[in-house]
């Protein structure tokens, strides 16, 4: 991650910053790259779930336990340089929880070099996650190359992708796109549990919970993890609370000895944008049809039996039908190697003049 970070920060004074004729001024560059450029930081907060009361009997007798879950919240920080587009609204700051579904667009609202480097540390309903989006972008007039490093630790999501696209405009609104792009991820699709399911479709999992070092008594019916510590008296407990936990620590164990992977995809997309006070449609797509098969051992290839079809795109709409009412949909989706995840909002305004 460090080397990759290195990298995006180099890019545009690598790429931008040589001049033929003059003495390179490493500061003016610099100047030059951030220039209408934002850096933000911002914590929010709020309740999480409330309270749950869990009861269960014990020889008879009624226990009550409570399930806390700590409040939600967020720490943003980031540097930004992408032009407004004109639904976007003019905010005095940057607060950290927009929804900023413009980010995922393909085209810019402008040719030329933007750029976003974005990390949030945060905890949701007693989960942590740090999540990160960073791209360097450069849309000229009849091609454009982006880097991006995208992780999402609710949708498990991690990938870094680069990609590059010869550009074809069919009006001052319409583009068509069509290129390469190459996807450096984990191995999705690999399932460390297939060698543990038996031709009746049942999962050998005590054998494997022996193989993680779980020790049975089956004489006085405990079960111990290979710390030496009890951690169930009764089957029921065993097969509903410990094996799910053994399942998961393995799944975890497995996926993380494993490299990442590179793949190579064709890729063609769209991007549509218009723009006035009274109506505005934003709108792309990216559809990568074709899948460059390496004979890797962990590639796609092998758990899904051949090609496939991974694509993402977005639309934002507003429309005011009169002085007061006003409608709007905006939402962005996308599906890699089969793993979903998407944000989408939609509703009606009414002015009360």
């Known amino acids: 991650m460090r080397y990759l970070l290195v ?74 340089k992408i032009a407004r587009f004109g639904y976007l609204p003019k905010e005095a700051f ?38 990160q989006h960073h791209f360097l972008r450069y849309v000229a007039d009849r091609w454009l190359v982006k880097v991006e490093y995208y992780t999402n630790g609710f949708a498990d999501i991690e990938y870094f992708e680069s ?56 004489s006085t019916e405990t079960y111990i993890d290979p710390n030496g510590n009890i951690v169930a008296t009764s089957n029921e407990v065993w097969e509903e609370v410990i094996i799910p936990q053994v399942l998961d620590n393995y799944v975890e164990n497995e996926r993380n000895k494993l490299s990442n992977t590179l793949q190579h995809s064709v890729i063609i997309g769209l991007d549509f944008y218009h723009y006035d006070r009274k109506f505005w449609l934003h709108s792309w797509g990216n559809l990568m049809p074709y899948h460059y098969d390496n004979g890797n051992e962990y590639s796609y290839h092998n758990f899904n039996g051949g090609q496939w079809l991974d694509y993402s795109g977005g639309l934002i709409f507003g429309y005011w039908f009169n002085k007061n009412l006003g409608a709007f949909i905006e939402g962005k989706y996308n599906k890699y190697w089969n793993r979903e995840w998407h944000n989408f909002s939609f509703g009606l305004n009414y002015k009360i003049f």
Not at 58 to 79: A, C, E, M, R, W
Not at 121 to 131: E, I, M, V
């Open 163 to 218: 990609t590059q696209r010869y550009r074809q405009k069919i009006s001052k609104k319409f583009s068509l796109n069509i290129g390469a792009v190459q996807r450096f991820a984990e191995p999705y699709g690999f399932d460390p549990l297939a060698d543990w399911v038996l031709e009746n479709g049942n999962l050998h999992y005590t054998y494997l919970a022996l193989q993680e070092d779980y020790n049975i008594n089956p």
């Open 7 to 80: 990298m995006l920060l180099a890019f545009p004074l690598l790429m931008f910053g040589q001049t033929e004729d003059k003495k390179f001024d490493f500061k003016k560059e610099v100047k030059k790259v951030f220039k209408f450029s934002t850096f933000y930081g911002a914590v929010n907060g709020g309740t999480s779930i409330s309270d749950d009361d869990i009861y269960s009997i014990t020889t008879g007798q009624l226990n009550q336990n409570i399930i806390k879950t700590p409040f939600d919240y967020s720490i943003k920080f980031g540097v930004r």
């Open 94 to 131: 940057k607060k950290g929880n927009e929804n900023s579904f413009s980010d995922a667009a393909t085209m810019g609202k402008i040719t030329g070099f933007e750029f976003l480097f974005e990390g949030e540390y945060k905890r949701q309903q007693g989960l942590t996650f740090l999540d």
